[in-house]
Nanobody
Framework: QVQLVESGGGLVQSGDSLRLSCQVS????????MAWFRQDPGKEREFVAA????????LTAVPLKGRFTISRDNAKNTVDLQMNSLKVEDTAVYLC?????????????????WGQGTQVTVSS
């Protein structure tokens, strides 16, 4: 059974940093591209960042480049999202996603496995 469990969310102030982590089990992690998405209630799920199975390449949503960084540790089966200079508009549930191939995509439909999400709230 594949499980993706996110952690690290919370309430922070504008300008703060936060690091999210996703622990993955039941998946051949080193062969799986991983990604982070986010979702506000009533809005569509939005791509944040993705990383190849080896960690050699990443994709980041253009508006978030320079503030958000995705990374992975294949020895620990974890994928992290470092978020800096947080803004109120970054408030959302952040979800970890995985797919059984090594090349990431930006579409939600490209991911088979999903975590439950972790809430990030940024106050002004």
């Amino acid at each position: 059974q594949v499980q993706l469990v996110e952690s690290g969310g919370g309430l922070v102030q504008s300008g703060d940093s936060l690091r999210l982590s996703c622990q993955v089990s039941g998946l051949t992690f080193s062969s799986s591209a991983m990604a982070w998405f986010r979702q506000d209630p009533g809005k569509e799920r939005e791509f944040v960042a993705a990383i190849t199975s080896s960690g050699s390449a990443t994709l980041t949503a253009v508006p978030l480049k320079g503030r958000f960084t995705i990374s992975r540790d294949n020895a620990k089966n974890t994928v992290d999202l470092q978020m800096n200079s947080l803004k109120v508009e970054d408030t959302a549930v952040y979800l970890c996603a995985g797919r059984a191939t090594g090349v990431p995509v930006t579409e939600t439909s490209g991911y088979t496995y999903w975590g439950q999400g972790t809430q990030v709230t940024v106050s002004s």
